[in-house]
């Protein structure tokens, strides 16, 4: 399978927690994305990832947010002090030059 | 204020009932408009792009159409295997980033 892959594909933890999430993206893709997605809603924006470079953060990620692409491979996206309002799921996608950004299935978070 | 409005929320539609649904944007500088389907507890799944106003694809039952507010995704004879979340997306301005809808929720009964 060479599409974007996500793990874990749940998590639950506890409030104050630390959690770490790991996007692996399709191999000749240089952009990756972090989205936050709760019920109802479409995929909200996090974070953008050229090759190893952060070059666009929303506002949504605070302090407690914080994202990694090292290498410009894989990426991990860690929340520190996890509240409730973290509980959502986590959406990556990776794209080529085009934008047409493609998702991988997600990491389901309950803060409980 | 920049936006992505698609409507109806919720479709409900029988077997063979074709419709569209709808996705109106109020941004500066369009990049690309993007259609997704999702799956409950999925990832979206990339179905289309359109640049420019005019602009159709064509994926076996969906059909997406461009003008320079709105966007349209008709379907055409829908099987229940249809039945998802199609959200609507857009690329803009200077923004890496795209914006979804909160998409529309479609049934199709046999």
């Known amino acids: 399978d060479t599409g974007v892959s996500q793990n874990p594909r749940h998590k639950i933890t506890k409030r104050g927690q630390n959690v770490t999430f790991r996007c692996d993206p399709i191999?000749?893709?240089?952009?990756l994305y972090w989205y936050r997605q709760t019920l109802g809603q479409g995929p909200e924006f996090l974070t953008y990832?050229?090759?190893?470079?952060?070059?666009?953060k929303s506002r949504l990620l605070s302090d407690r947010f914080s994202a990694e692409r090292p290498k410009g491979s894989f990426s991990t996206l860690e929340i520190q002090r996890t509240e409730q309002g973290d509980s959502a799921m986590y959406l990556c996608?990776?794209?080529?030059?085009?934008?047409?950004?493609?998702f991988g299935p997600g990491t389901r978070l309950t803060v409980t | 204020e920049d936006q992505v409005t698609q409507s109806p929320e919720a479709l409900r539609l029988q077997e063979g009932e074709s419709s569209s649904l709808n996705c109106s944007y109020t941004?500066?500088?369009?990049?690309?408009l993007f259609w997704y389907r999702q799956d409950p507890g999925k990832g979206p799944e990339f179905l289309f792009t359109l640049y420019s106003a005019g602009e159709e694809k064509e994926k076996e039952r969906l059909k997406a159409t461009l003008t320079k507010k709105e966007s349209f995704l008709h379907i055409t004879a829908p099987k229940p295997e249809d039945s998802a979340t199609y959200l609507c997306a857009v690329h803009y301005g200077g923004y890496q980033k795209v914006t979804f809808g909160i998409g529309t929720k479609l049934q199709v009964i046999p």
């Open positions: 996608a990776s794209s080529a030059s085009s934008y047409e950004q493609y």
């Open positions: 191999s000749e893709h240089n952009r």
């Open positions: 941004v500066s500088g369009l990049r690309g």
């Open positions: 990832f050229q090759n190893e470079a952060q070059l666009e």
